[in-house]
């Protein structure tokens, strides 16, 4: 058995026009404890392990904004594009791990 590393669906530079975009939103779908060592500027949490992605939380969300999702190898917010997509929201992005977006 191999593991893949997941894909972004979305360059650095495309995040880091979401930082400045109104329509736009981030999402960070790792543990707090991840997130303690720092964030995309702006990017809510929405913690993938903890249950965070309830109904509710993604009734929350506006389907007519673009979002912009990260944890820390790609995998969660992959996990979590797909439900989105599922979901019926078309503007929904992979941008992988955190560790290629730091700075922003």
């Given at each position: 058995m191999f593991f893949m590393?997941?894909?972004?669906?979305?360059?650095?530079?495309?995040?880091?026009?979401?930082?400045?975009?109104?329509?736009?939103?981030?999402?960070?779908?790792?543990t707090p404890g991840e997130t303690a060592g720092g964030m995309v500027t702006?990017?809510?949490?929405?913690?993938?392990?903890?249950g965070a992605w309830t109904e509710e939380a993604m009734q929350s969300l506006d389907p007519a904004k673009?979002?912009?999702?990260?944890?820390?190898?790609?995998?969660?917010?992959?996990?979590a594009v797909k439900l989105l997509r599922a979901k019926g929201f078309n503007a929904v992005f992979n941008a992988g791990a955190y560790e290629s977006l730091q700075g922003l």
């Amino acid at each position: 058995m191999f593991f893949m590393k997941p894909n972004a669906d979305c360059s650095r530079e495309e995040v880091a026009g979401a930082v400045q975009d109104a329509n736009a939103v981030i999402i960070d779908c790792r543990t707090p404890g991840e997130t303690a060592g720092g964030m995309v500027t702006g990017a809510q949490e929405l913690d993938w392990l903890a249950g965070a992605w309830t109904e509710e939380a993604m009734q929350s969300l506006d389907p007519a904004k673009s979002y912009y999702l990260y944890c820390r190898s790609g995998n969660r917010s992959g996990q979590a594009v797909k439900l989105l997509r599922a979901k019926g929201f078309n503007a929904v992005f992979n941008a992988g791990a955190y560790e290629s977006l730091q700075g922003l």
